[in-house]
């Protein structure tokens, strides 16, 4: 079992930048895939990008690439999201998840692969 706390979030003005944290307890954090998902108001929680145990493997959501950086820390347990030229529709509670993966170095985009979840971060950006 794991237990994840994000940090990082904030108030920024579009084209600004924000590094999201998601800290995990244990000592097999190494054995965890990672997704970073988030949620605005009236609206349901969506992928934003996800990576594998390792960090070799990574996905984003389109409207995120080339904006926003996942990777990892395994030695801290932790994972990180650089969220770069942040824009108002970034707007969102930030959540990160984690999925315990015995084989394989896949990343998982659904929210229903992952057993494990922050409470979440704000992330507000003005325009």
């Known amino acids: 079992q794991v237990q994840l706390v994000e940090s990082g979030g904030g108030l920024v003005q579009a084209g600004g930048s924000l590094r999201l944290s998601c800290a995990g307890s244990g000592r097999t954090f190494s054995r965890y895939a990672m997704g970073w998902f988030r949620q605005a108001p009236g609206k349901e929680r969506e992928f934003v990008a996800a990576i594998s145990w390792s960090g070799s493997n990574t996905y984003y959501k389109d409207s995120v690439k080339g904006r926003f950086t996942i990777s990892r820390d395994n030695s801290k347990n932790t994972v990180y999201l650089q969220m770069n030229s942040l824009k108002p529709e970034d707007t969102a509670v930030y959540y990160c998840?984690?999925?315990?993966?015995?084989?394989?170095?896949?990343?998982?985009?659904?929210?229903?692969?992952?057993?494990?979840w922050g409470q979440g971060t704000q992330v507000t950006v003005s325009s």
């Open positions: 998840a984690a999925r315990r993966v015995d084989s394989g170095n896949y990343y998982y985009t659904s929210q229903y692969d992952y057993a494990y």
